[in-house]
């Protein structure tokens, strides 16, 4: 098997917390294939950059992706984070729960 993906793992990452916006850091990380550490800067970065907001909830955090944000390159023209998520919406279980 070959060593790349199509997607960055800030794409992996959105992925995971639209599938379960309460997944932990360490579940997605597990999903994705990444370290817990890089799976936490990711999110920083996407939080940073407004894509998500982050809120507690009990022990727990709540993720809530913003959809209506443009992809990043200018490839990627005029297309939106939740036109990408829709098409892998039915890929597989959230993070954390079999398959």
Do not use: K
Request: hydrophobic share 35%; net charge positive.
């Amino acid at each position: 098997m070959a060593d790349w993906t199509f997607l960055t793992n800030h794409a992996h990452v959105m992925v995971c917390l639209r599938r379960d916006p309460s997944a932990r850091i360490r579940d997605v990380a597990d999903a994705i294939g990444i370290t817990e550490r890089a799976a936490q800067r990711i999110v920083a970065e996407l939080e940073a950059d407004g894509y998500l907001t982050r809120a507690r909830e009990g022990r727990r955090n709540r993720y809530t992706l913003h959809e209506r944000l443009p992809l990043r390159h200018r490839l990627e023209g005029g297309s939106r984070i939740g036109s990408l998520l829709d098409l892998l919406a039915d890929g597989g279980p959230p993070p954390g729960r079999p398959s």
